[in-house]
């Protein structure tokens, strides 16, 4: 598990892990509705991380899995 910063600017989505201080796009999500946004989603450099569904409240720090 990482935590992981989540915000928004312009349209997209941005994931930022300080620890490796690096920051990609979210370029799928699996849930992306206001009241169930998360789950699997795949970054702008391919890996696939896993963000427990809830309702989409950005900017906000989460602990997400790395799947692949």
């Known amino acids: 598990m990482a935590k992981v910063m989540l915000r928004e600017q312009g ?3 941005f994931f930022y892990i300080a620890k490796k201080d690096m920051e990609e796009t979210i370029t799928q999500i699996e ?3 206001q009241e169930k946004w998360g ?3 795949t970054l ?3 890996e696939i991380w896993w963000i427990e569904p809830k309702a989409k409240m ?3 720090e ?3 899995k ?3």
Do not use: M, Q, R, T
């Open 11 to 13: 349209g997209e989505i």
């Open 31 to 33: 849930f992306d509705s």
């Open 39 to 41: 789950g699997k989603v």
């Open 44 to 46: 702008s450099n391919g």
């Open 58 to 60: 950005l900017p906000k």
């Open 62 to 64: 989460e602990n997400c």
């Open 66 to 68: 790395k799947i692949a």
